[in-house]
């Protein structure tokens, strides 16, 4: 087990309200065409947290259903482990992880559900909890707040650009366009290979980041 994890609530984190006005969706419809509504500045700030903390994910079981294999390929979100589906929220379904296995040293929670997370029970979850604005997804603000929680230090060098890289923006155009003119390429049980050959797979700008901290 990681000795540090990302309780990763996807809903509302990894898409938002502003990300769907900007990518014209929100992926709600179980097929490939889906990948291309997850928030690309979001899944960056996600994969820095990697990159800097060496964190692995942990996601909700119930959600994980509902997603073809394919997309988690191509988010690459370094899942580690996923949430069983228990009522009471996204805080419930961490405690009942936590239950079956003993909580790693650091670990935060990206969630926008943090309604569950009143009750007195889970008060001991309360220090790891990043509120993320379902408006907005994950934030800079957000992901500073996650490596504190994590333990690490942000580095000074790190820009923590918004806008998604030109390149990323590109692929997920080429994307777009091939759903709207092949759209049985992304139906359920569609073979994923073909589409990832077609599309090169993302490669988000905190990769080539990491890259240079690594050889700094």
């Known amino acids: 087990m990681s000795e540090r994890l990302i309780m990763l609530d996807v809903p509302g984190v990894l898409y938002s309200s502003r990300s769907e006005a900007r990518l014209g969706g929100i992926p709600d419809t179980g097929t490939l065409r889906d990948v291309r509504f997850f928030d690309p500045v979001a899944l960056g ?20 259903r509902g997603v073809p294999a394919a997309i988690l390929q191509q988010l690459d979100l370094q899942v580690e482990g ?13 405690a009942a992880y936590f239950a079956r296995r003993p909580a790693p040293p650091a670990f935060a929670i990206l969630t926008c559900d943090t309604a569950s997370m009143q009750g007195e029970q889970y008060a001991h979850l309360h220090p790891h909890v990043v509120a993320v604005n379902p408006a907005e997804g994950l934030t800079p603000a957000n ?17 923590l650009d918004t806008q998604p890289d030109a390149g990323l923006e590109a692929r997920l155009q080429r ?19 073909p589409l990832f050959q077609a599309v090169p797979e993302l490669v ?11 050889h700094a």
Not at 204 to 213: D, V
Request: hydrophobic share 50%; aromatic share 6%; glycine share 8%.
């Open 45 to 64: 700030f996600v994969r820095r947290l990697f990159g800097l903390a060496g964190a692995r994910v942990v996601i909700s079981e119930a959600w994980r």
């Open 143 to 159: 992901f500073k707040q996650a490596l504190d929680i994590l333990g690490v230090a942000c580095p000074s060098s790190l820009c």
């Open 82 to 94: 996923m949430t069983p589906e228990v009522p009471g929220g996204h805080a419930a379904r961490i």
């Open 175 to 193: 994307l777009r366009r091939l759903a709207r003119e092949a759209p049985a390429r992304f139906e359920v049980g569609t073979i994923a290979a």
């Open 204 to 214: 988000l700008p905190t990769q080539r980041q990491e890259t240079m901290l690594a």
